[in-house]
Structures are given as C-alpha cells and as structure tokens.
C-alpha cells in the first residue's frame, strides 16, 4: 500500500529534550515536507526537500532541522523544543510534479511541556 | 486532526441534502487546484483536482469549479452522508514546487 508512515503519532516530552519525528514513503517520491497543523492558523510548511540531500526552509521553520540522505526518509529534528512548537505535525510527499498534490501521514501529536 | 475545527466556518447541512463549500485562492498564476479532506485523527486526503484550464470537473458525487476571475474555487458535494463529516480545504499548486493550503471548512452534517 502506497503510504506515508510517521511515527510516534502521540508524544509528549519536556522543553529542551532533543527529539526526532520520523517520516518514510514508499512511493519513491521526490518531494517530501514537513507541515504543522495549528486551530485557526490551517496548515503551514516547516521544511521541504526536492531531493535527497536537497533541502530548505518552508514558512516556519524557526527551532527545526530536517535531513535527507535517503530518498525514502525525512526526519524532522527538534534540538530544544520549546511550548510553542505544541502542535499537530504532517510529513507529505509527492511526485516532482506535485500532480495529485502532497500525499499526508497520519500525524504526530506533539506536546511540549 | 483533533482540534484542526476550531476556529473554522463552519456548514451544517441535513443529510441527503447538497453541500457547497468555498474557497478563495492567492495568486492568479497558481496553475492547479485540489481539495482535500481531514478526518478526525487522520492526514488530510485528495478528492479531488482541476486545472486552470477548466472550470468544472466532476468526480463521484463531487464536482468542482473554478472562477478564475474573481480567484475562487467550490466543492459541491452531491446527496451529502454522515461520512461527510470533516474538514475540507483547498489548495493551489503556485509553482512546481509549492502548495499553498486554505484554512478550511469544517462540514457537519445532521442525521
């Protein structure tokens, strides 16, 4: 099943606690983003990556750092997280034409204390 | 997601009756449009696309249309169902590499 897989889908850590949200597609997909979901703010880019080792900055991407050394994965790294990176995280990925759009994980539940 | 409805309009329609659902979009240069739909505690789907180039498709019991003139798009969901129930956003493709999202609407629909 052609699929975007994020994991944990719930996660509560402290501020300051380094942690990794990891993202794999199995659709060979070129293009892979990072997307936080916020009430009344809709969905907004974190990071985005054209391709392996190809990577840049979205609209907020203020206290993340992504990777991408294989094509399949893309990690999303908080080195100190803070409350106001509280939030519901998406990772999506699409062909290079974006045709059909970004297919979306499930989401990660991520709460900063 | 659980708390992506707040702060959304929000259209409440009867079941079985049709649904429209608006959206304004940025830039008169975006070339391609698609409507997602977000349950509860998932990632946002596709349902559905248009080109710039056309002002109406039609899928299984959506259809969507565009006004480039006035930069808006519609969902118009036909003989609206209970699994009906989500948040329903636009999106415009603005380059190759860029999606710009609409905020949304939340779709309740009444037994």
């Known amino acids: 099943e052609a699929q975007v897989t994020q994991n944990p889908r719930y996660l509560i850590t402290v501020t300051g606690k380094k942690l990794t949200v990891t993202c794999s597609q199995n659709?060979?997909?070129?293009?892979m983003s990072w997307y936080r979901q916020d009430p009344g703010l809709g969905l907004r880019q974190i990071y985005y990556?054209?391709?392996?080792?190809?990577?840049d900055k979205g609209d907020v991407p203020e206290g993340y750092k992504v990777s991408r050394k294989e094509k399949r994965n893309f990690p999303l790294i908080l080195e100190s997280p803070s409350p106001n990176q509280t939030s519901l995280y998406f990772c999506?990925?699409?062909?290079?034409?974006?045709?059909?759009?970004?297919?979306f994980g499930s989401g990660t539940r991520l709460t900063v204390v | 997601g659980e708390n992506v409805g707040l702060h959304l309009p929000t259209l409440s329609v009867q079941e079985g009756d049709n649904s429209i659902i608006n959206c304004a979009y940025s830039?008169?240069?975006?070339?391609?449009f698609i409507w997602y739909k977000q349950e509860s505690g998932k990632g946002p789907q596709f349902i559905i696309d248009?080109?710039?180039?056309?002002d109406k498709r039609q899928g299984q019991r959506v259809t969507v249309l565009l006004n480039k003139t006035v930069k808006h798009l519609s969902l118009q969901i036909a003989a609206t169902q209970p699994g009906d129930s989500a948040v329903y956003f636009c999106?415009?493709?603005?380059?190759?590499?860029?999606?710009?999202f609409g905020s949304g609407t939340r779709l309740l629909v009444r037994p």
């Open positions: 999506a990925s699409s062909d290079r034409t974006l045709n059909y759009g970004y297919t």
């Open positions: 659709m060979n997909h070129e293009y």
């Open positions: 990556s054209m391709n392996v080792e190809v990577t």
């Open positions: 830039n008169s240069a975006s070339d391609y």
């Open positions: 248009i080109r710039s180039n056309m």
């Open positions: 999106a415009e493709r603005y380059s190759s590499y860029k999606l710009i």
